[in-house]
């Protein structure tokens, strides 16, 4: 059985979507789910040495409470921030994923009329210590490396965080100054949300996989506009078509109105296996322990811990990138 790649040829307005990229942020979204934290934060990790290597994390961020992980890093051959968030790391994601069919839209995102989110998705990003940890790292980088631009992904509820981060460093730091790619995420608020944050973070995509279930929750009832959960744009939907011996990998650039109805959503949502890998990269922990964390005795001294029992690691990088225009970089072509 061949393999090949087909790319659809669509008139897509910009910014333009990045396979390559693409290749690369899986890995991150992937390496984020590494349950021990020495191998992480000095990027030996087994999910650390392929299209990633050579980064440097700076900010390691554990709430343990809420069972969050996150990191910043510099890439230097991005010459780019590069800001990652683990998905659940439930026993069983089935449960997780049960659990979004009831979660409400109740709160109103602040300068954006009507809109509503989803709050556990909202507060796990905003109401934990996870913001401010991804903001220090952030800053610190900043400070040291110059005016970079940030890249932000994350997989399943990661990819909800992701969205989140991604909206609070535009604000920040300008709409020009970030992207956000995320794998496999959920629905993370209503329609008028939806237009608010694409006006805010236009360089986003959202890469959805085959029958992947997790990019159908919470649910989507077209008949109840201003009330249901709605994707903002825009998606790239990774699918199969067979040749008669032929399979080829399709990436279907969406439409801009978050939910085409020829991508994602024209298929059933039913499969789990479909969302644990993205790019033939597994997604997901290396565990299957809930909030598993490992650490070494040597790491206590990058370390500031709160009153909870979370955590962050911090430290300058060692080294410097090189500077903008100098380096090699990833053609949007």
Known sequence: MALSR???????HSPLYNHTLATILVEYASAVYISDLTDLFTWTCSRCNGLTKGFEVIELVVDVQNCLQAFVGVA???DAIVIAFR???????QNWIEDLFWKQLDFDYPGCTDGKVHHGFFNAYNNTIVRSGILDGVSRAKEIYGDLKIMVTGHSMGGAMAAFCGLDLALIYGSKNVQVMTFG????GNAAFATYYS?????????????DMVP????????????TYHHFPREVWLYNIGLGFLIYEVEKICDDSGEDPDCSRSVSGNSITDHLTYFGVEMGCDTSSKCRIVMAPSLASYGKVDDYGNFALSRVPSKFILKKNEGPEISDQ
């Open 6 to 12: 087909l790319e659809t040829k669509q008139k897509v």
């Open 76 to 78: 230097d051959d991005l």
């Open 87 to 93: 998905g659940t790391q439930e026993t069983s994601i």
């Open 185 to 188: 995420q959920p629905r993370i």
């Open 199 to 211: 006006e805010v973070v236009p360089n986003t995509f959202r890469v959805t996989h085959e029958h």
């Open 216 to 227: 159908h929750l919470p649910p989507y009832y077209q008949f109840f506009p201003q009330k």
